[in-house]
């Protein structure tokens, strides 16, 4: 039985990927960094670590208590909307912390037994900002456009070992608390002076006509787990779907 490790289960695509991947018969490590163990089944093959990919002790406490895995998923991370202009470079290096530096940690904290073993796979999850600009999402889009430049040139050097890093490229679901976990206020961010070119995105965010659920993620993380074809982009949901085919 395989072992995957996911971080950032306690709600949307982290949550639904952790289901799938014990429904597919792995053994799954769902972290969170405040643990809730009933929103997942129980079953000797579901484990709940707390995790707070921005502090190295709790990482390596985490790996510790896992023990050797053949999978990671980075899913943790926090969205932002706004102006940039309006978001407080305290608030952009919070979203890098977790999005793009959180993502790093845990992927140079996992190479060693990968590399030993000659397997394994790093999945990151990104956004479909990264394959088409998006408005008021710059900071969001660059924490996410980093961690795609950093997949693409990871697998070259892991390839040498038998390690695979992939990239799975959500589009948008109004299902998840996107902005939910970013710790302030959307308001905040959309100044008197942006709100005219604000209206209608938002408004448009609010009718999209094509979404992601949380199911297209965990289905197209789980695929890219488990690819073998060198495969690096997988898009996930019929809005990155249609974005990556129109690129």
């Known amino acids: 039985m395989k072992t995957v490790l996911i971080t950032g289960c306690s709600s949307g695509y982290g949550l639904e990927t952790a289901r799938h991947f ?35 002790d709790s990482i390596a406490a985490a790996l510790a208590a896992s023990g050797p895995i053949d999978a990671l998923v980075n899913n943790a991370g926090i969205g932002v909307v706004g102006a ?76 040498a070992f038998g390690v695979r890093a992939k990239l799975v490229e959500p589009g948008y679901a109004p299902s998840t608390r996107f902005a939910h976990n970013a710790g302030i206020d959307i308001a905040d961010l959309i100044p008197e002076t942006y709100a005219a070119f604000a209206g209608p995105i938002f408004e448009a965010f609010a009718n999209p006509p094509l979404i992601t659920r949380e199911g297209d993620v965990a289905d197209a993380v789980w695929q890219a787990a488990n690819d073998l074809s060198g495969q690096l982009h997988f898009p996930a949901g019929a809005d990155a779907v249609a974005l990556a085919r129109a690129g």
Do not use: C
């Open 84 to 159: 940039f202009e309006a978001t407080p470079m305290a608030h952009v290096r919070k979203i890098f912390d977790t999005n793009t530096f959180g993502v790093m940690a845990m992927t140079q904290a996992v190479i060693p037994q990968f590399r030993a073993r000659r397997s394994g796979v790093v999945v990151n999850v990104t956004s479909s900002v990264t394959l088409a600009a998006m408005p008021l999402a710059a900071a969001y889009t660059a924490s996410k456009t980093a961690i795609e430049g950093f997949t693409g040139s990871l697998a070259h050097e892991l390839a």
């Open 22 to 56: 014990h429904a597919k018969g792995w053994s799954v490590i769902a972290t969170m960094r405040t643990p809730h163990e009933d929103i997942l089944p129980r079953s000797p093959h579901m484990r709940v670590v707390q995790l707070d990919v921005t502090d190295p």
